[in-house]
């Protein structure tokens, strides 16, 4: 393993700091020193776009009153998981103006599987699977 990746745990980290200081939610977040470092820099900027993007959808059209951000490994992959307790959405007719294309895209860069669960009224859950061998 790699030391992880300059920077992004900082960066990661006020990211989250400040959709707390602009919400009236909480948000929670974990993040592995081992996914950290199984990260090239490319894999981590792709990784914030990401998670980028996820939050501007939680302020844009969540509504939720709490939010977990996870960065981990799990059984051979690198996981980011962001879930919320908000409205949700009928994914399958989700528009390009949530940003999930552009997500989908950065996904199938990185060689990652992205998946999306949302349902009215249930929240919504965001994962990005980056298999260890691509991260490496």
Known sequence: LR?????????????????????PWTVDLTLD???????TPAQSEEILAILDEALQNVMKHAGPCRVHVRLDTDDGIVRLIVTDNGQGFDVDKATEGFGLVSMRERADGLGAAFHIESAA????????????????
């Open 3 to 23: 030391s992880p990746e300059p920077g992004m745990r900082r960066r990661v980290t006020e990211k989250i700091q400040a959709l707390r200081d602009i919400g």
């Open 121 to 136: 009224d249930h929240g919504t859950r965001i994962q990005l699977h980056i298999p260890w061998e691509a991260s490496l």
């Open 33 to 39: 020193d081992v996914a950290l470092s199984r990260l």
